[in-house]
Structures are given as C-alpha cells and as structure tokens.
C-alpha cells in the first residue's frame, strides 16, 4: 500500500522552462514533507521541505507547494537547467515518529538543452 | 567534510549466504538509518539508531536481517541467508539529530543469484 505515490515516472523539460513534478499522499497524519533529488551511483541529497501549517516553501530555484485538502505536494523548478537532471523523491512523515520518512517511488527529471 | 560511506558498493552473493553491509555516517552525528530501495520502488525504511536508546527495528522485513551500531558510529547491516527478493540498493542515512535532515550515502547495490 503506497501511502506516497509518484504517479509519474519520468519528465522531460527543455532548459529555461518550468519543471512540474508532483506527490500524492493518502495519509492525513502525515504533516512534515520533503523532496530528495538523486544522481546516478550517489545517494539522495536533501532538496527543499514543508511543513503542514506552510502552503508553500520557496528556496531560490526551487519552490515546493502544499495543498492538503487534496493530500498532494508539487515541486516546481524555474528556470529549469540541465543539471537538475536527476530522480527526484517525495517523502513524508507524521507523528507516529517523524524520522521515519516514507518515499515515493521518484520521477526521473530530464532537463534538455 | 566526509559525507556518509557505505562499503562495499556493489556485492554479488549467491542464495543462502550471508552478508554484511557496512555504513560509516556523518562524524557527531547521532541519528543513523538503514533503507532499501528494490527496483522500481520508493525508499523503504528498515531501520534507525539514536544515540544509545534501543533501536527501532519496526522496518526490518523478516528475522534474517539484523543491523548493530558500535560506538554510536558505524553500523553494520547483516542479511542471513540471503533471498533473491533481497536484491535491492541498500542505503545507509545519518543525521545530526532525530527530526534534522538525513544525509544519504552512496548505496551498496546487493545482488542475490
């Protein structure tokens, strides 16, 4: 039972466009929320995080979007570069022990030039 | 500074053997997790470490997989009688604390024949 879901496998987007990745969650307990961006043979690295009283989170790049009536999150990238090229993950936890982050399945992002 | 390490990176084993996989995490960081990512799956968490307060096993997925932390430093994650459906990327996060960021390490992709 995939309590985050990805329902996207792959996107591709050409640079200086916007990048649109989205998470679903069925969980309503869950109320901390992150996105993890991974390269090849490297492990996830910590990309942006909201919490639940937050609707939105913007760091430069990088703004990540709450709607928790429709238990989804979305993260947007502009302008896109080809480095962002990666998979990125959505996570989420909740109160039955925040360090336990439960991970979406990952979009592969392909940023081309 | 050192990020977390995770030897050996790759490992092929055959059914019915043992393995064990080794994570060094972040220096003075007292959070230490294990996950697994099986192909085409989100990170499954299995396992964490805080300090010196007995971990929270609640992850592993069967009796054959055990993990130990010594010192409050390394661990060490070991599958008996390794099963096919144990391939899987195995990766190894630490954190400054419980709640703070979890940094990532590279993975030890292990393959079971």
């Known amino acids: 039972d995939q309590q985050v879901k990805q329902n996207s496998p792959s996107l591709s987007v050409q640079e200086g466009r916007i990048s649109i990745l989205n998470c679903d969650y069925t969980n309503s307990m869950f109320d901390y929320f992150l996105w993890y961006k991974k390269y090849p043979a490297e492990g996830p690295t910590f990309l942006i995080s909201i919490s639940s009283i937050k609707d939105k989170n913007e760091d430069g790049r990088f703004t990540v979007f709450l709607n928790k009536s429709a238990k989804h999150l979305s993260l947007h990238i502009v302008p896109s570069q080809p480095g962002d090229s990666a998979v990125y993950f959505c996570?989420?936890?909740?109160?039955?022990?925040?360090?336990?982050?439960?991970f979406g399945t990952g979009t592969r992002l392909k940023v081309l030039a | 500074g050192a990020g977390v390490s995770q030897s050996p990176s790759n490992k092929v084993t055959e059914k019915g053997k043992d393995v064990e996989l080794r994570c060094d995490p972040i220096?003075?960081?007292?959070?230490l997790y294990w996950y697994r990512q099986s192909l085409g799956q989100g990170l499954e968490f299995l396992i964490y470490?805080?300090?010196?307060?007995?971990?929270?096993k609640s992850g592993l997925p069967s009796d054959r997989f055990s993990a130990e932390r010594t010192g409050g430093s390394v661990s060490t994650l070991t599958i008996q009688r390794t099963q096919q459906e144990d391939s899987a990327v195995y990766l190894c996060?630490?954190?400054?604390?419980?709640?703070?960021?979890?940094?990532f390490g590279p993975g030890t992709r292990l393959t079971v024949l």
């Open positions: 996570a989420a936890s909740g109160t039955s022990g925040t360090y336990k982050y439960i």
């Open positions: 220096s003075g960081h007292t959070a």
């Open positions: 996060a630490s954190s400054l604390a419980e709640n703070n960021e979890q940094f």
């Open positions: 470490f805080q300090g010196n307060s007995a971990p929270d």
